[in-house]
């Protein structure tokens, strides 16, 4: 028993070589607190405007395509417009039933990955047209 304790007190005598330094303590508790930089303007819109953009960028939503896919709780993938499948892409770039609402948020064409990556002002653009749409995703 005696050995035992020697032995654990040895053990601990080493550890404070090992263990993290108040200054680096400090360093990883001030990384955490800062606010998340905009790696990705994203991060600066409403908790809605994130939940539908990263809906449409990962195709985990309630689009058709995917919710009859994945989950059989749509009818058909198709859209209402009935040329192809309803994805993010086709309602954001072609769905012919909202040209309109299109046309009016990107008067020229714009690619798709602009409206789901570019700047916080296109970002914008992309939950106002899905706001403008009806679209639940
Ligand atoms: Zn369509």
Redesign the pocket.
Known sequence: MRVDDKNREGAVEDQPENSVSFSEQKTIIKALMRPRTNRDDYHTMSREQQVNLIRLRTGHNRLNAHMNRKFKLAPSPT??????D?TAE??LQ?????DEERKEVWPSPTPLQTKLYGSRQELEKTTTFITSAGLIV
């Open positions: 859209c209402a417009c009935g040329q192809e309803q086709h309602i072609r769905c012919p039933l909202l």
